[in-house]
């Protein structure tokens, strides 16, 4: 039977082995595509380990048990947030409507208790992986979620200016203070209980591969605005 002394080590070790990997990703995707396979492997006994545990911890060790068992559903976020962050964009690349991909990743992903007003023009056109642009999006408009503890307002607009299109969150949430918005986009920056930290550099990774770019403004106690930017695909009429 493993020790709660022993298990505690296995976590310290997947955490280490994950920041490792992180800088990896960061060198190089090749690199770090072998280094994501190599942190799936401690999962299944860190699994087992909590299982047995649970089985023969004493009333005095339950609790102890249950932040265990938080704490490992907490790696598996991780490695799956991981997966996706060591991951560009794959498969074939199409001509992506924003504002019709917008509606989508809303549908999908937004509570139904939130109020969520979509304001895209037509002709937001962009040429990418439309499941990796969704997975960014959804990421942006769960943050908003989060900033909102899931019932405020939020606007998605799309548009087309200066030759780049452009889809943009804002939420009236908590805001961000000025010293972090900058940091925002960084790895295992986070103010979320339980954030793995890395939405936004999933985020970014994934514009910057579509050839974008990416701002954000807040203030505190009014709100955040995400903004993601891509090449605009011109249309016949020149837009």
């Not at 809303?106 to 439309?130: C, F, S, Y």
């Not at 209980?193 to 009014?222: D, F, M, W, Y």
């Amino acid at each position: 039977m493993p020790s709660i002394v022993s298990f505690v080590k296995t976590l310290e070790n997947f955490f280490f082995r994950f920041r490792v990997a992180t800088l990896a990703v960061l060198s190089g995707p090749s690199f770090a595509a072998d280094v994501a396979h190599e942190l799936k492997n401690p999962l299944t006994p860190i699994r087992f380990a909590v299982s047995s545990l649970r089985r023969t911890a004493s009333a005095e060790q339950r609790e102890t048990v249950e932040v265990l068992e938080a704490e490992s559903a907490r790696l598996e976020a991780m490695a799956k947030s991981f997966a996706q962050f060591g991951r560009l964009p794959e498969g074939p690349t199409a001509t992506v409507d924003l504002a019709e991909l917008a509606r989508e990743t809303v549908r999908t992903t937004m509570p139904v208790e939130m109020q969520v007003r979509i304001d895209g023009d037509e002709g937001v056109l962009v040429t990418g992986q439309h499941d990796a642009l969704q997975r960014a999006l959804s990421n942006v408009l769960l943050n908003a979620v989060d900033a909102t503890q899931g019932r405020g307002a939020v606007v998605v607009r799309a548009r087309v200016q200066q030759g780049e299109a452009m889809v943009a969150v804002h939420d009236d949430g908590v805001g961000i203070p000025t010293e972090q918005l900058a940091r925002i986009w960084d790895p295992y920056v986070t103010a979320k209980t339980g954030g793995t930290g890395l939405g936004l550099a999933i985020v970014k990774q994934t514009v910057l591969a579509h050839g974008g770019r990416v701002e954000a403004s807040s203030e505190p106690g009014n709100g955040t605005e995400i903004r993601l930017y891509f090449p605009a695909v011109r249309t016949r009429n020149g837009n």
